[in-house]
């Protein structure tokens, strides 16, 4: 085995080893981490999603655990200087109780929000969840999550009854005869999946890509569909509509676990090949081909990513592929269905235990009075207490410091300065705020604008569970403790829980209700609060910095919800090596496959909607004559806070780019290397020109991981999905011209 990368030196540590995952990506590859005098290193360990596989980003993840970045100290912005100082706890604590209690008693509860992010564990995102509706009271919160999974999300609610990205094992890809990628670039974005197309194609199966570039992934596949930005939905109805000519539609199956096909099957009537060809540029050889290849194969798979999601009309274009799954009968079959490839971290546990705007724990709604009195009687408050739902991520940034907006924001491992669509404004929202805290690792865009900054544990230094992109809950062990001065999230959610209860007026009552339930953990937690009627007291024993005890209440708080750990056990995942959700009792099974039955609907159906092209938020003009689109690099991560630090992965891809095709270079005199510009309505990126044949000559992209002058959300257009919220990150209009 060929050892990682090293972190700094420890001189005098024990030499002690753990199993546990990387933390960047929701493939979530098995890795064990060593650590000796020398240091920490990385090995690959075997897994079933990445069979002992890593991409750069896993192999170097233990050079930040002492990098010389890394904040060790909270910093307090000092008002004379403007500069941000080290502080100790006490006084940056202080500074925010009393700063949030400002705010709060002036403007009301609601004038204080939280924004999380899909990297953070199950355990965070249930605690800073609940510390917003009752250490809060305020309905302002939502997380980066909205920025990445939200249409697929919502597309899977609203067809199946349930979101969970793959409902079915990851391994399921190598047996598939046909599998269908749209808007998805696993080779760049998580290589060691790569593995599990191999094998497919090692079998004798077919890989199609729809991809507006030819990317890594594109370049491995048997047929590529090269649509013009933003028609994807309109190749999805194509196809359709050939399978219907062809006869390749499963009317048993439509009729026996579907409803609503015929409007469907109206709409996609007007999609004649040659119609979808002219607006998408897909030629009809290659639709007639992809649909006779999906219509006919055996195990059939089809996965979308945010190439297809990240749209105004993304929910829809995401439903346009489950309708077409639907009704080649592919959702529960045996090796076929339909999934979409989540993203980030935690990206799907992320989005299920309340931390999103209208949920609350076990993927249930805020505004269902019977969730809020199961989630209300597991937190011990009356169910009227709780608030109700908020907005979602791009319309709560772009309201702070505004006269009806929150004026104080806190921020958990997310770093939207960067990540935020039309980037710059929310900046300046930022700015406006009253007060702005951020807890992180490290000194990214959004912490370096705050007035507090909280040092926070690594991935290495702590405990917990993340939820992988086939809905595997998975253990997270800590190798080592947070070095001096640095504290996990949920020890300073535990901290500001307290502080804020003690700066209320005393209560001689108990808590309102007791919890549903008698775990170890909650009896403790109710017996330490009654017994003491001092609010800080209650919510000490409400907000317990270990994670086994918030793991313990998050699953009673999701026990009968959609995604009902209730019978999943730090213990349980350590025998499986991960257990599926739901997962409702102890000795019950957990659910590898979703659907073979029935779907999560009321009557069982699966659910077709039917859904139509319509044109991107913002069209090309004279003006800005070219389309625009963004996305990842393979060794970046998101907005790159952490991997932009890393010496390997920064010489790698050390700055932004523009790539542009020849043919368009050549017509606005650019060479490759060239300064460029690139301008929207919006805001304007500059970044060397790279050539490429693989992008059509009618776009330019960008990657979005990248500060500074060469920020691609500088760009990006901030129109949303009406359903999900999702910001139309992949097409906008631009110009470009020589820097
Ligand atoms: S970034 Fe993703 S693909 Fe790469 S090692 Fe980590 S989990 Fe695996």
Redesign the pocket.
């Known amino acids: 085995m060929t050892d990682g990368a090293r972190s700094a030196t420890r001189p005098g540590s024990t030499p002690r080893e753990v199993a546990t995952?990387?933390?960047?990506?929701?493939?979530?590859?098995g890795?064990t981490l060593r650590e000796d005098d020398t240091g920490v290193t990385v090995h690959p360990r075997q897994f079933p999603t990445?069979r002992g596989?890593?991409?750069?980003?896993?192999?170097t993840?233990a050079e930040l655990l002492d990098h010389p970045e890394r904040l060790t100290t909270p910093l307090l912005r000092d008002p004379a200087s403007g500069e941000l100082r080290p502080v100790s706890w006490d006084a940056a604590l202080d500074r925010i109780v009393t700063g949030i209690r400002a705010i709060q008693d002036d403007a009301g509860p609601d004038a204080v929000a939280v924004f999380g992010g899909g990297g953070l564990t199950n355990e965070k995102a249930y605690a800073l969840g609940k510390f917003a509706r009752i250490g809060l009271r305020t309905r302002h919160i939502d997380y980066n999550g909205r920025f990445c999974m939200s249409s697929a999300a919502a597309a899977g609610m609203r067809a199946f009854g349930i979101d969970r990205g793959l409902p079915f094992p990851l391994a399921d890809l190598g047996r598939a005869d046909t599998l269908l990628l749209v808007g998805a670039n696993p080779a760049e974005?998580?290589?060691?999946?790569v593995r599990w197309l191999t094998e497919q194609r090692r079998n004798g199966g077919q890989l199609i890509v729809v991809d507006p570039r030819v990317t890594a992934t594109a370049r491995q596949a048997d047929l590529h569909l090269q649509p013009l930005p933003g028609t994807d939905l309109a190749v999805a109805n194509a196809l359709l509509h050939i399978a219907l000519t062809e006869g390749w539609v499963d009317r048993t199956y439509v009729a026996e676990r579907t409803s609503g096909f015929e409007a469907v099957r109206r709409t996609v009537a007007a999609w004649w090949p040659a119609r979808a060809e002219q607006l998408s540029g897909v030629p009809v050889a290659d639709l007639e081909a992809t649909a006779r290849a999906l219509g006919t194969g055996g195990r059939v798979i089809i996965l979308t990513a945010r190439g297809a999601e990240q749209h105004a009309k993304g929910v829809d274009t995401v439903t346009a592929y489950v309708n077409l799954a639907l009704a080649l009968g592919l959702p529960g079959r045996d090796g076929s269905g339909y999934g979409c490839l989540t993203g980030q971290?935690n990206g799907q546990g992320g989005r299920e235990h309340g931390q999103k705007a209208d949920q609350l724990p076990g993927y249930r709604k805020i505004d269902d009075p019977a969730a809020r009195e199961h989630v209300a009687g597991v937190w011990g408050v009356p169910a009227d207490d709780l608030p109700g739902p908020g907005v979602p991520a791009y319309q709560l940034l772009d309201s702070l410091g505004t006269p009806d907006g929150p004026r104080g924001l806190l921020v958990f491992g997310s770093n939207p300065v960067v990540s935020a669509p039309r980037a710059a404004r929310i900046e300046g929202r930022l700015r406006d705020l009253d007060l702005l805290v951020v807890a992180d690792l490290l000194l990214s865009e959004t912490a370096a604008l705050a007035d507090v900054v909280l040092p926070t544990a690594q991935w290495a230094e702590e405990d917990g569970t993340m939820t992988n992109l086939e809905g595997r809950v998975l253990r997270r062990r800590a190798l080592r403790n947070p070095p001096p001065g640095v504290r996990t999230d949920l020890a300073i959610i535990s901290d500001l829980a307290t502080r804020l209860a003690a700066a209320e007026t005393p209560t001689t009552e108990a808590p309102a209700a007791e919890p549903a339930s008698t775990t170890a953990a909650s009896t403790t937690a109710t017996s330490a609060a009654t017994a003491s009627a001092r609010p800080e007291a209650v919510a000490a024993a409400r907000f317990p910095a270990d994670p086994a005890a918030v793991f313990a209440e998050l699953r009673r708080a999701s026990a009968g919800g959609a995604a009902d750990y209730a019978g999943i056990s730090w213990a349980r995942i350590d025998d499986q090596d991960g257990v599926y959700w739901p997962c409702r009792t102890e000795d019950g099974p957990d659910t590898p496959r979703l659907f073979a039955e029935e779907f999560a609907t009321p009557d069982g159906r699966a659910r077709f909607h039917s859904v139509d092209h319509r044109p991107a938020a913002e069209e090309v003009c004279a003006t800005y004559p070219l389309h625009f689109t963004t996305g990842r690099v393979l060794t970046q991560?998101q907005s790159g806070t952490q991997t932009r630090r890393v010496p390997a992965l920064r010489r790698a891809a050390p700055e932004a780019f523009v790539e542009l095709h020849p043919d368009l270079a050549a017509r606005l005199g650019i060479d490759d290397g060239d300064p460029v510009k690139v301008t929207s309505r919006r805001g304007e990126l500059c970044a060397p020109a790279r050539l490429s044949v693989g992008i059509r000559p009618d776009t330019v992209f960008a990657p979005f991981h990248y500060a500074g002058a060469g920020r691609a959300n500088s760009v990006t257009n901030d129109a949303v999905d009406p359903i999900s919220g999702m910001p139309e990150f992949k097409i906008c209009a631009v110009r470009v011209e020589k820097a």
Do not use: E, R, S
């Open positions: 995952h990387c933390p960047y990506c929701a493939l979530q590859c890795m990445n596989g890593l991409c750069q980003k896993g192999w993840a974005t998580m290589p060691p999946l971290g991560y």
